[in-house]
């Protein structure tokens, strides 16, 4: 069967997160300004590519005493507070791009931290080890807040101690429900979990409606960058409802040999960190090697 649909998802591509940062860094580079982003601006490598080209540079807080001119900013992922000292230490200009959903749970995990503080309990953050929205998170409390990623790091909570969870944002709710249900059972001396369900609807609320897409098609090609959790988590999403979903990161990684036997139709779509003219690009090489020359061919 030749191939006779290719089409690109609407609703995927960036939050509303991501869009702000952007945003911010585009704007500065339009006023002439040089741009120092502190981490990858988004865990996709060819949108980071492209504002780097426009000027960006993509720097370290331990690089802070190296900045002469130009804005420092803070991507939406958010930062601990030791970066802002950072910055106020070296006299930065910063702006702060910080997703509003990520730094009202920063203001959250702190205010929660201080309260279990008081009463000898601990903070947990559901997340990954290393990602930059868990150390801004961590930040909030000292670095005292124990991260769990896989159960076996529930060892590391004293459960006879109170439990107070937080996820981060891009986490599913199920993994969030089947770790805190885990702890339940761990507890003694009477300790309830409290547990928060901070994923961001920006991405959980993706799930079903990328599935009803994936299932549309007899291929799915879905593109990501390989640093980003959501779309790791999105493309397992795909690929429950649809056994031909592939990932990839930019056109180049597409294989001719997965739109033969069968394949009429297939289906583009990506993460939350996933730009739309990336997934055009990726669209419209399928047409290529398939060749077929629009979306209505
Ligand atoms: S996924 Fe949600 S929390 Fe994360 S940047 Fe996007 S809107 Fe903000």
Redesign the pocket.
Known sequence: MAIIKVEVDKHSGF????VKAVEAAESLLKQGQKVWCVGDIVHNEAEANRLMQLGMSTIQQSDFDQIKSGTVLFR?HGEPPASYQSAQQFGLTLKDAT?P??LKLQKRVKQAYLQQKAQNGQIIIYGKKGHAEVIGLIGQTNNEAIVVETKADMDKIDFSRPVEVFSQ??KSPEGLQQIVALMQERTHNGIEIISHDTV?R??SGRVPRLQRFAEQYDAVVFVGGTKSS?ARMLFQACQDVNALSYFISEPDDLQVDWFTDGVGSVGVCGA?STPEWLMEQVAEKIRRITGIHSASD
């Open positions: 939050c509303f997160g991501v939406a997703c959903v990520v944002t891009t961001c920006q991405v959501n939350t």
